[in-house]
């Protein structure tokens, strides 16, 4: 049914469908849990087989499909089958709290969700807008014994749909932390998700003997790399789940027995790696490029992990998820053994260009701190139905040419490298991913015997960062911390709730009479 | 409460709940599936509980089945004794 699908050139699934026809049983992805694997030609008559379904139940071009599953080698047929129905995928992690998945979904009026029976109940559990899931995606079908699709509606027509498929459309949209409490969505189309992927092919010559590490969930950013780059090169996606993701022995068993030779994760996955992975007698001789993103890495163990694995080249990729990667930095061979300081972020990448800032916007001087700005190809379109926080995000320069503001503030070292120095706001990375104490606070306000709530996150070596919540208790009794971390974790994502609770009388409030938030913060790093 | 049990108890309580009241925490009180232990504390948890009780844990036995609660730690730790 080739009508109904996209055959453009330059879209992300036509990457699947020229690999398919170069290397039709090369080993596309692979999934080292459950030791299935699709060659190209299996997954991508598959991924046309979902597409087909996903039609059926009245998708078309220009909308969006949510995708709660977890990470499976048939999931990777889906999001490439999402785009081929000509749709954007809108990937949300299936341990998130149900909740926050479907107000996602909502959101972003998901015209289907590509699901799994228990998710799927979890979904449908609850009100939108005041009335039943069940009005919005009331009809199941059952694709396989682990997939359910979820939508209403017959199957759609097939005009028009270059018009709302071209490479300019909505290839999938990221949800990141919002600062109010609300997930925000990043909407990125094929071109600016492209802009990376080539630029990756020229710069780090990816073959199709690679064999790829994908550690980070869909709804990261970093899964971008993962999945295009080697799909594009005709390498091997090796699938790492929501299981193994969080086991360092399973990762250093993958890492060695599936022969990766391009690895990419955050600092903190490689730093448990090196703790209790136990990496010492396995063998790595096959990893040819690390890559790592996402947070930054302290010099101490990027040194210790560089003495474990000697032979690859190690790179730092930055950008946040609005920008894809942005820039990029090679660590030298040897790193001097006086430095001190976390590695660059390094220099554009991806035929972007960034500038350093002040308040005002006016670009300062060689080596002086500012916000980071950045514009070209691989930059967002916008947040989804959010133009005001678009603006907010946006500094539009006397020529007329849009910026998007990173809130990072950097400066450019002597090597013309840009250093990462700290944020201009809430925002603190954990795990890798993006928290915005707000949203963390927004969670706490929802408990009926919190009075106030503000959030503080100080530097921590053992965890880079340690996020402590001050609260006021109308209760009698003194809170249990056992129920206020079940409480965070039944209304966010576990790497959201805090490491510690601390409950005061009254909160510190300044002479306008606003949070206090760096005693707060004092007050942790004191005890 | 077995030796085991109120070993990890008082491990638990003091590493990633301090000052918690010990009675709010019995050998049902979920620990994973509640976000008391994320995935670091989770492998802090194993790493004690390898070295106090000298087991050795597979990657794959690192689960929620096998260490949600202290009743649970308990069976898992127990069984690798007599394994």
């Known amino acids: ?527 | 409460m077995s030796e085991i049990q109120s070993t990890v108890k008082s491990y638990v309580l003091e590493e990633f709940l301090p000052g918690e009241s010990p009675d709010a925490m019995d050998n049902s009180t979920p620990l994973i599936s509640s976000g008391i232990l994320d995935s670091l504390s989770t492998i802090k948890l194993v790493s004690f509980l390898e070295e106090q009780f000298n087991v050795q844990f597979e990657a794959h036995e690192i689960s929620r089945e096998n260490l949600d609660t202290l009743d649970l730690i308990a069976a898992t730790v127990e069984s690798k004794r007599h394994g």
């Open chain 1, 1 to 527: 049914m080739p009508e109904a699908t996209s055959t453009l050139v330059g879209r992300l699934e036509s990457l699947l469908r020229d690999s398919a026809e170069r290397w039709p049983d090369r080993t596309a992805v692979e999934d080292p849990a459950t030791d299935e694997s699709l060659t190209y030609v299996e997954l991508d008559e598959l991924s046309d087989r979902h597409a087909e379904a996903l039609r059926n139940v009245g998708v078309r071009a220009g909308e969006r499909v949510g995708l709660a599953v977890p990470k499976r080698v048939d999931t990777v047929a889906w999001v490439f089958g999402i785009m081929k129905a000509g749709a954007a995928y809108v990937p949300v992690d299936p341990d998130a709290p149900a909740g926050r998945s479907r107000d996602i979904f909502v959101d972003c009026s998901v015209r289907a969700i590509v699901s799994n029976a228990a998710l799927a109940d979890a979904l449908a559990t609850g009100a939108v807008n005041g009335s039943a899931v069940d009005s919005c995606w009331g009809e199941r079908t059952t694709v396989s014994e682990d997939v359910v699709l979820l939508g209403k509606g017959g199957r759609a027509e097939e005009e028009d749909f270059a018009d709302d498929a071209g490479n300019d459309a909505l290839a999938y949209i990221l949800y990141t932390s919002g600062s109010t409490g609300k997930p925000k969505g990043v909407m990125h189309s094929h071109s600016t998700a492209r802009a990376f992927v080539d630029w990756c092919s020229g710069m780090f010559d990816p073959t199709e003997e690679d064999r790829f590490s994908s550690h980070a969930p869909f709804h990261f950013d970093l899964s971008i790399f993962d999945l295009y780059v080697a799909i594009k090169h005709g390498g091997a996606v090796v699938l790492i789940g929501e299981t193994s993701g969080k086991s360092p022995l399973q990762l250093a068993e993958i890492a060695s027995d599936r022969e990766i030779s391009v690895w990419y994760s955050t600092p903190t996955v490689l730093r448990l790696m090196i703790d209790y992975g136990r990496m010492e007698g396995r063998d790595f001789g096959h990893l040819r490029m690390v890559f790592f993103a996402g947070e930054v890495f302290p010099i101490g163990h990027l040194r210790r992990l560089k003495e474990i694995w000697t032979e690859p080249r190690f790179f730092n990729l930055y950008g946040p998820t609005e920008t894809n990667v942005c820039t990029w930095y090679e660590v030298p061979a040897r790193l001097p053994d006086d430095r001190l300081d976390p590695v660059p972020i390094g220099r554009p990448s991806s035929g972007d260009v960034c500038r350093v800032v002040d308040p005002s916007g006016t670009t300062v001087a060689p080596g002086e701190e500012g916000e980071l700005v950045v514009a070209g190809g691989s930059v967002m379109l916008g947040y989804w139905s959010r133009p005001d926080r678009t603006a907010e995000a946006t500094l539009v320069d006397a020529e007329g040419v849009s910026w998007y503001r990173t809130g990072d503030v950097v400066r450019e070292d002597d090597g013309g490298d840009y250093v990462f120095l700290g944020r201009r706001d809430r925002m603190v990375k954990r795990r890798g991913y993006r928290v915005e104490l707000g949203e963390i606070e927004s969670a706490l306000y929802r408990h009926d015997e919190i009075v106030e709530a503000a959030v503080v996150a100080t530097p921590d070596d053992e965890s880079g960062v340690l996020v402590t919540a001050f609260l006021t208790w109308s209760g009698e009794d003194k809170p249990s911390l056992i129920k206020l971390k079940q409480h965070c974790a039944q209304n966010l994502p576990a790497y959201m709730v805090p490491d510690a609770f601390v409950t005061v009388d009254d909160l510190p409030k300044t002479s306008t009479d606003k949070i206090d938030y760096q005693r707060l913060r004092a007050d942790v790093v004191r005890s």
